[in-house]
């Protein structure tokens, strides 16, 4: 079993950065990827970025709308995954939230475990 906390989101104006962390704790030796989803009020749950954890170590995914200006990151001695977000813009907004897959080498699909969500607000 594998939870997951989200930090770092927060409100900021449109151009800023923001860094999201999760960190893993629990049985994370059975975690293949983790990623980021992101959910805008009105809107469906969409997929951020991911990277790969085991097999697929250091592989990532991006969403083609943060192509560019976000970067995904691990700190494997910390069993922390960062998101750096740049150039932010309105449409970002939302609550992000940080997922594992323990079950399959899948980016951008197939997550099981989830984090409680962390909330983004890009102004203007």
């Known amino acids: 079993q594998v939870q997951l906390v989200e930090s770092g989101g927060g409100l900021v104006q449109a151009g800023g950065s923001l860094r999201l962390s999760c960190t893993a704790s629990?049985?994370?030796?059975?975690?293949?990827?983790m990623g980021w989803f992101r959910q805008a009020l009105g809107k469906e749950r969409e997929f951020v970025a991911a990277?790969?954890?085991?097999?697929?170590?250091?592989?990532?995914s991006y969403a083609d709308s943060v192509k560019g200006r976000f970067t995904i990151s691990r700190d494997v001695a910390r069993n922390t995954v960062h998101l750096q977000m740049n150039s932010l813009k309105s449409e970002d907004s939302g609550v992000y939230y940080c997922?594992?897959?323990?079950?399959?080498?899948?980016?951008?699909?197939?997550?099981?475990?989830w984090g409680q969500g962390t909330q983004v607000t890009v102004s203007s």
């Open positions: 990277i790969g954890i085991r097999w697929n170590t250091g592989s990532t």
């Open positions: 629990g049985r994370t030796f059975n975690t293949y990827a």
């Open positions: 997922a594992a897959n323990t079950r399959t080498l899948a980016l951008t699909r197939e997550y099981d475990t």
